[in-house]
T-cell receptor, first 116, second 115 residues
Framework: DAMVIQNPRYQVTQFGKPVTLSCSQT?????MYWYQQKSSQAPKLLFH???????NEADTPDNFQSRRPNTSFCFLDIRSPGLGDAAMYLC???????????????FGPGTRLTVL | GENVEQHPSTLSVQEGDSAVIKCTYS??????FPWYKQELGKRPQLIID?????GEKKDQRIAVTLNKTAKHFSLHITETQPEDSAVYFC??????????????FGIGTKLQVIP
């Protein structure tokens, strides 16, 4: 059973043309993350939502935005994709609470973005 | 913030031999250390994790050890098989300045098991 779903799996866009990637989850986790992973590199956290609270990483470009309309869905918007934004984008979820709560991150299959 | 160093970046072993991947972290407040396996073109998948109140954890052929004093943790795979070939990422979780838990990944180790 799919737990973290990403659509589309492959996305091709043109330089400068806005694109939206989507993520949904059936785990009812309160935290959702977006990572960018380039070839042969570790996943790099772009931002995450803790419930409705948005937490942007300091080095995430303004070109990247996110929306979380409800617990299940989270979107990654790239306003003006550049060639350097071509990568795999991974969505992940976790259940977080204070103390020693379960913190495993569950990753979606990713969306591979190509910028022409 | 947290800094996680991982080595080696590539590792080749003969089938049946053991593989060891080592990571160090900088933030002594880190309290959770997962290991992910990522096959080519697929999502990272958790294979084992350890919390800061435990020194060692084992799951069949996979084990993880944690030395809090030295701030390093290691992944041990015994009796390696060709299907163990993948990229392995270590990670450390810590609390960032905004009060949020954050996971920082190592650069990854590409493991090749030679039949």
């Amino acid at each position: 059973d799919a737990m973290v779903i990403q659509n589309p799996r492959y996305q091709v866009t043109q330089f400068g043309k806005p694109v939206t990637l989507s993520c949904s989850q059936t785990l009812n986790h309160n935290v959702m993350y977006w990572y960018q992973q380039k070839s042969s590199q570790a996943p790099k956290l772009l931002f995450h939502y803790y419930d409705k609270d948005f937490n942007n990483e300091a080095d995430t470009p303004d070109n990247f935005q996110s929306r979380r309309p409800n617990t299940s869905f989270c979107f990654l918007d790239i306003r003006s994709p550049g060639l350097g934004d071509a990568a795999m984008y991974l969505c992940a979820t976790s259940r977080e609470w204070s103390g020693t709560g379960v913190n495993e991150q569950f990753f979606g299959p990713g969306t591979r973005l190509t910028v022409l | 913030g947290e800094n996680v160093e991982q080595h080696p970046s590539t590792l080749s072993v003969q089938e049946g031999d053991s593989a060891v991947i080592k990571c160090t972290y900088s933030d002594s407040a880190s309290n959770y250390f997962p290991w992910y396996k990522q096959e080519l073109g697929k999502r990272p998948q958790l294979i084992i994790d350890i919390r800061s109140n435990v020194g060692e954890k084992k799951d069949q052929r996979i084990a993880v050890t944690l030395n809090k004093t030295a701030k390093h943790f290691s992944l041990h795979i015994t009796e390696t098989q060709p299907e163990d070939s993948a990229v392995y990422f270590c990670a450390a979780r810590f609390m960032n300045s905004g009060g949020y838990q954050k996971v920082t990944f190592g650069i990854g180790t590409k493991l090749q098991v030679i039949p």
